[in-house]
């Protein structure tokens, strides 16, 4: 392992226990006492000559601790010591076993540090990312490169950053895009069923107030076709629809209420019309109620048989007399929903 190479010294005195230019009694003491002072380097004088270490299994124990690299034995674990007298051959100085191991990991870290800017130059964001990752985890010491690693690490996080966003706000205006091209389309199919609609005046009128109501913004470029459309319908349906019953009630069509209504309220003549006719009663005309309490003080309001009201609205009957004046003029009292449409305009009667 080229890492070891930087530290077997340091790495080698703290496995072998050596203590103020001595052997202690660590790993491969017993074989090595006696074995005199240390170097500067750390390693035993005694062991500094090749036939000492062929010779002497003590030195051959300390000659081991130098030459392993970091991590290559287990934690606690003990170095093999030779027996006395087991010979184990010629071996390189330790010291020169260091320098060239280190030299060789400064090699090989220059060399993968020059390719690394050739397998980075046109590869994507993700790969120099990778190469330059890895770089840092193959030379993780004595690296004089670490910090240009790191930089260029950094300057990718930050275009991947930034591609993320644009990428981001790019789907975000593609989403966008497609809703607006969906309604887009809806307003076109719902204008042309619109357009093309049959049927009476009221009927295609309340297709087109529908379509209004459902798209009423700028949106819609059909918008203003469309109200022109309805108002042409709605003037089209009122004179269309005009009949005119007994005693001259005229009827219309409601397109608010979606029923033929009354163009005004029945008037007192109306109903003098229907009592002449024997269609409905006089008794109690003129008498009004509250609920079903009778209220003679306020006759005063009442038109039946006041000069001069002949047109004015009639009222002061109950609901039988209602109910048949509207029998004979052909329809019926209108519900409260129907009322309350016909009457938008804030006035007392709904005219």
Request: glycine letters at 12%; hydrophobic letters at 40%.
């Amino acid at each position: 392992m080229a890492i070891g190479a930087y530290r077997l010294v340091s790495e080698a005195r703290r496995r072998a226990g050596v203590e103020a230019g001595a052997f202690s009694a660590g790993a491969g003491a017993s074989a090595a006492a006696g074995a005199g002072t240390l170097r500067q380097d750390g390693f035993p004088e005694t062991c500094a000559g090749e036939q000492a270490r062929a010779d002497d299994p003590r030195c051959q124990a300390i000659v081991q601790l130098f030459l392993e690299p970091i991590g290559e034995r287990a934690a606690g674990e003990q170095p093999q010591v030779p027996a006395s007298g087991a010979g184990a051959g010629a071996a390189l100085s330790p010291v020169a076993v260091a320098q060239k191991g280190a030299a060789g990991y400064g090699a090989q870290l220059e060399e993968e540090w020059a390719a690394l800017h050739k397998k980075a130059k046109g590869a994507d964001l993700e790969r120099r990312l990778e190469l330059y990752q890895r770089f840092l985890s193959d030379f993780p010491v004595e690296n004089p490169h670490a910090a240009g690693a790191r930089q260029e690490i950094a300057r990718i996080d930050d275009a991947l950053a930034a591609r993320a966003a644009a990428e981001g706000a790019d789907a975000e205006k593609e989403r966008k895009l497609a809703a607006e091209r969906e309604r887009a389309t809806l307003i076109r199919e719902a204008y042309e069923a619109a357009r093309g609609a049959k049927g009476s005046a009221a009927e295609r009128l309340a297709i087109w107030k529908r379509f209004i109501q459902a798209y009423p913004g700028e949106d819609n470029p059909y918008l203003k076709t469309a109200i022109r459309e309805a108002k042409r319908l709605s003037a089209q349906g009122e004179a269309s629809s005009k009949e005119v019953g007994p005693a001259g009630v005229e009827w219309v069509y409601s397109a608010p209420a979606g029923v033929r209504l009354t163009r005004s309220e029945i008037t007192v003549e109306q109903y003098r019309a229907c009592v002449g006719a024997g269609a409905c009663s006089s008794a109690g005309v003129g008498v009004p109620f509250d609920g079903a309490v009778e209220r003679p003080e306020a006759a005063a309001t009442c038109n039946w048989g006041k000069a001069g009201r002949g047109q004015h609205p009639m009222n002061c009957i109950d609901w039988r007399q209602a109910v048949a004046v509207c029998a004979w003029l052909g329809g019926r009292l209108p519900t409260e929903e129907e009322w309350g449409r016909r009457g938008v305009r804030r006035r007392r009667a709904p005219v």
